[in-house]
């Protein structure tokens, strides 16, 4: 399973990527922090300016914007249920 490193105020967390999709164009990848049956999950998006070789990514706090990728990531994963 992909690793990332996110660098938060707490310092650099690893997350392992459990699914990755496109909406409208953004790359949003869903993250978990543990390979636990009870591992707390995140949505990503990538925020990289056009034409980096890396990338560059930021946790969505948006509600809306959350709401609606959690329930793709939902259909995509039948077996997952994310609590918001």
């Known amino acids: 399973m992909e690793k990332i490193k996110f660098e938060s105020e707490d310092g650099i967390i690893e997350f ?7 909406v409208a164009g953004i790359t949003y990848l869903l993250v978990s922090d543990s390979q636990d049956d009870e591992a707390n999950a995140y949505i990503m998006k990538d925020v990289s300016e056009e034409g980096s070789q890396e990338a560059s990514y930021e946790m969505v706090e948006d509600d809306e914007e959350l709401l609606a990728i959690s329930k793709v990531f939902e259909q995509m994963l039948d077996d997952v249920d994310l609590e918001m």
């Open 16 to 22: 392992f990527v459990e699914e990755q999709t496109t």
